[in-house]
């Protein structure tokens, strides 16, 4: 372990991911446990452009290992993109002596971070926070279990609705640039259709699945799409859909932000805490300008250029699943 580590940073940053806080208490413990100081960083950079930093103890993070959201509080930061923020942040860092810092955050912050390393070399190791799921170098991230069985949730309650009342739903559920969101809960949830960005699925093959199920009479029907798709929104496609047959009772449902928030699950506490503990071990033995990650069940450490230069795929298996099962 290094011993010229002796005070560590630690912040959240991005779009806030259940778990956050399980893994912002696991980074201060590991570091008290090895004897170390550790600084919250408030409002991620930004809060370090400001110097909004605060020492935290064991009992500082007791009773929030349940808890959605982040403690530290999350915010973008435009400063932080200038040389000129960038330096004002690494000047607040040496008033506090702070010599590693642990982010918690998506590939938004892992960029800002390895920028920071890049100038001012203060030894980082990433987290990964995201419910996308969608950064490589890890099987998941931290809030996508959690995210997921959110949206199991709401489409299980919905497809009560629609049952009752015999009607399509179309529900959007988070992922702009990835579909594991989506492409889970819709297997989960029995959805009829789902549709991904990584799937080059046209509006025309969705709409004769749909209309297949008048030959049998089918009305109520759910199709859960990611908001990034690439063939429109739920609005546009519930749309398209009335405008060709009036045989369905259409509705839209968008879950939203409400994805995000919530206790996190026991799989997101417990690979939050491997990760925060994984984070301040792999610093402290000279990892840097890395991101921790679980591959195979096992802790794993990658390097910046793996993370930005690749993209976790979505899983083939499932979506040959999904396939069969959506007829």
Request: hydrophobic share 40%; net charge neutral; proline share 2%.
């Given at each position: 372990?290094?011993?010229?580590?002796?005070?560590?940073?630690?912040?959240?940053?991005?779009?806030?991911?259940?778990?956050?806080n399980?893994?912002?208490?696991?980074?201060?413990?590991?570091?008290?446990?090895?004897?170390?100081?550790?600084?919250?960083?408030?409002?991620?950079?930004?809060?370090?452009?400001?110097?909004?930093?605060?020492?935290?103890?064991?009992?500082?993070?007791?009773?929030?290992?349940?808890?959605?959201?982040?403690?530290?509080?999350?915010?973008?930061?435009m400063?932080?993109?200038?040389?000129?923020g960038?330096?004002?942040?690494?000047?607040?860092?040496?008033?506090?002596?702070?010599?590693?810092?642990?982010?918690?955050?998506?590939?938004?912050?892992?960029?800002?971070?390895?920028?920071?390393?890049?100038?001012?070399?203060?030894?980082?190791?990433?987290?990964?926070?995201?419910?996308?799921?969608?950064?490589?170098?890890?099987?998941?991230?931290?809030?996508?279990?959690?995210?997921?069985?959110?949206?199991?949730?709401?489409?299980?309650?919905?497809?009560?609705?629609?049952?009752?009342?015999?009607?399509?739903?179309?529900?959007?559920?988070?992922?702009?640039?990835?579909?594991?969101?989506?492409?889970?809960?819709?297997?989960?949830?029995?959805?009829?259709?789902?549709?991904?960005?990584?799937?080059?699925?046209?509006?025309?093959?969705?709409?004769?699945?749909?209309?297949?199920?008048?030959?049998?009479?089918?009305?109520?029907?759910?199709?859960?799409?990611?908001?990034?798709?690439?063939?429109?929104?739920?609005?546009?496609?519930?749309?398209?859909?009335?405008?060709?047959?009036?045989?369905?009772?259409?509705?839209?449902?968008?879950l939203?932000?409400?994805?995000?928030?919530?206790?996190?699950?026991?799989?997101?506490?417990?690979?939050?805490?491997k990760?925060?503990?994984?984070?301040?071990?792999?610093?402290?033995?000279?990892?840097?300008?890395?991101?921790v990650?679980?591959?195979?069940?096992?802790?794993?450490?990658?390097?910046?250029?793996?993370?930005?230069?690749?993209?976790?795929?979505?899983?083939?298996?499932?979506?040959?699943?999904?396939?069969?099962?959506?007829?």
């Open positions: 372990m290094k011993d010229s580590i002796q005070k560590i940073g630690v912040f959240t940053s991005g779009g806030d991911a259940p778990g956050m399980a893994a912002l208490r696991a980074v201060v413990r590991a570091g008290i446990y090895y004897k170390k100081e550790v600084f919250g960083i408030m409002r991620g950079y930004e809060g370090m452009i400001d110097g909004d930093i605060v020492k935290l103890g064991a009992r500082s993070v007791g009773n929030i290992l349940q808890r959605g959201g982040t403690i530290l509080k999350s915010a973008r930061s400063e932080f993109k200038t040389p000129e960038r330096k004002k942040a690494y000047d607040n860092l040496r008033k506090e002596k702070i010599d590693a810092l642990i982010a918690i955050g998506g590939d938004g912050t892992f960029t800002g971070l390895h920028k920071f390393y890049e100038e001012f070399k203060i030894p980082s190791i990433c987290i990964p926070g995201t419910i996308d799921n969608d950064i490589a170098g890890t099987d998941y991230t931290i809030g996508y279990d959690t995210a997921t069985n959110t949206c199991v949730e709401a489409i299980d309650r919905i497809r009560d609705t629609a049952l009752s009342h015999s009607r399509l739903f179309f529900i959007e559920v988070m992922g702009r640039n990835s579909g594991y969101i989506a492409l889970h809960s819709g297997i989960a949830g029995g959805a009829g259709s789902i549709i991904i960005p990584e799937e080059d699925t046209t509006f025309e093959q969705l709409y004769e699945k749909l209309v297949a199920g008048e030959v049998t009479s089918k009305k109520s029907n759910l199709v859960v799409v990611a908001e990034g798709s690439k063939i429109g929104g739920v609005t546009e496609l519930a749309r398209k859909v009335a405008e060709r047959t009036s045989y369905f009772d259409i509705k839209v449902t968008i939203g932000h409400l994805q995000r928030g919530g206790a996190p699950s026991y799989f997101d506490r417990v690979l939050a805490s990760m925060g503990v994984a984070a301040v071990e792999g610093v402290l033995e000279g990892k840097n300008d890395a991101m990650g679980i591959r195979d069940n096992k802790i794993v450490f990658n390097s910046f250029d793996t993370i930005m230069t690749q993209h976790h795929e979505i899983d083939a298996e499932a979506l040959r699943i999904a396939k069969i099962l959506t007829i």
